[in-house]
């Protein structure tokens, strides 16, 4: 199985690997169908709930698909080198962030960036399972306290 999950996400010589992006552009244009739909219903429009339970369930589904991406990916570290246990789990740990793209995006230069970047996580999360409560937008820090980090 775990073969397979790989193959969906990292071989593109495969068909389940062109059958799994097909499903993604799909997915992808479907939400930007939403989006669009969302934007031109009124706001009095019965059809904004459904609109709203879909778009759940498309993020639902995005976030399955980058879970399984993640958590199929082997980083090429790992094949290089013998490594003891911990070694191990460091190489898969540093090699799925890099491949999550955290790098292009300045990096992880400290622990309060990974910090920063767990409660941008956390906040998404909670949005996304308990959508009818307002709260701050806690990214981008700005200001004094988000430059001595």
């Known amino acids: ?4 999950i790989h193959a ?15 499903t993604v552009w799909g997915l992808i244009l479907l939400s930007v169908a939403l989006l669009v739909a969302e934007a031109l219903l ?3 429009s019965p059809a ?16 399955v698909e980058i879970l399984l991406r993640v958590g199929s990916f ?4 790992i094949e290089l080198f013998e490594r003891p246990p911990t070694g191990l789990l460091r190489a898969h740990i540093l090699g799925r962030l890099a491949f999550l793209g955290l790098r292009l995006l300045g990096g992880l230069e400290s622990r309060s ?4 970047v767990a409660e941008l996580a956390a906040h998404l999360l909670d949005h996304v ?3 009818g409560r307002p709260r701050p937008w806690p990214w981008p820090r700005t200001g004094r306290a988000a430059c001595s980090r």
């Open 8 to 22: 969906a996400f990292h071989e593109p010589d495969t068909r389940v690997y062109r059958y799994v992006q097909g």
């Open 42 to 44: 009124p706001a009095e």
């Open 74 to 77: 082997r980083p090429p570290a």
């Open 113 to 116: 960036q990974l910090g920063d």
């Open 129 to 131: 399972l308990r959508p």
């Open 1 to 4: 199985m775990g073969n397979l």
């Open 48 to 63: 904004i709930p459904y609109v709203g339970h879909a778009d759940r369930v498309l993020l639902t589904l995005f976030a």
